[in-house]
T-cell receptor, first 113, second 111 residues
């Protein structure tokens, strides 16, 4: 597709379940970012990949959060043992270079009950 | 934590009026970007201004940057109902690959 694709768009999980969120970036984009956006707030940085290398994971809120991009294209954000405070929209963005315009997907809205 | 803060938090104007929103940030940057987000959607890039630029235009958008005051403003001229959205500034932290977003301004343009 032409843009960044995220799936699922909506996910409801029971507390304690594991979830996996997928991001298909624009083909050829080197940089990939994950952000978390709570209701009414701005996006908060989670992690950054340059190709398959995770160069910055300082924003991941706990060791329950894990992200990977094994072949330098598709990325998965995994959240283990979900908690209610994990409820948010998870946004993926890609860019042809680290310091340029970010192209965002529509996000995955996670609700933890 | 968020490095940028937009002001005002919310703004309501009539169609045809101009809308101005401001962004302040805390540390040195290489560039600053403005994004727009419609409710329930992803963010869309509007404009990027580099630290050595003072003003940039794109259609009905005008962005200024004052690095001495660590602030930027976004002006939307001749606003339309379709401009109703949240607007965010994003700054890169020098020496990192992070883009840090502000808290956003919710703009409502009344027809």
């Amino acid at each position: 597709g032409a843009g960044v694709s995220q799936s699922p768009r909506y996910k409801v999980a029971k507390r304690g379940q594991d979830v996996a969120l997928r991001c298909d970036p624009i083909s050829g984009h080197v940089s990939l970012f994950w952000y978390q956006q709570a209701l009414g707030q701005g996006p908060e940085f989670l992690t950054y990949f340059q190709n398959e290398a995770q160069l910055d994971k300082s924003g991941l809120p706990s060791d329950r959060f894990f992200a990977e991009r094994p072949e330098g294209s598709v990325s998965t954000l995994k959240i283990q043992r979900t908690q209610q405070e994990d409820s948010a929209v998870y946004l993926c963005a890609s860019s042809p270079n680290p310091t340029g315009e970010l192209f965002f997907g529509e996000g995955s809205r996670l609700t933890v009950l | 934590s968020q490095q940028g803060e937009e002001d005002p938090q919310a703004l309501s104007i009539q169609e045809g009026e101009n809308a101005t929103m401001n962004c302040s940030y805390k540390t040195s940057i290489n560039n600053l970007q403005w994004y727009r987000q419609n409710s329930g959607r992803g963010l869309v890039h509007l404009i990027l201004i580099r630290s050595n630029e003072r003003e940039k235009h794109s259609g009905r958008l005008r962005v200024t940057l004052d690095t001495s005051k660590k602030s930027s403003s976004l002006l939307i001229t001749a606003s339309r109902a379709a401009d109703t959205a949240s607007y965010f500034c994003a700054t890169d932290l020098s020496g990192t690959y992070k883009y840090i977003f502000g808290t956003g301004t919710r703009l409502k343009v009344l027809a």
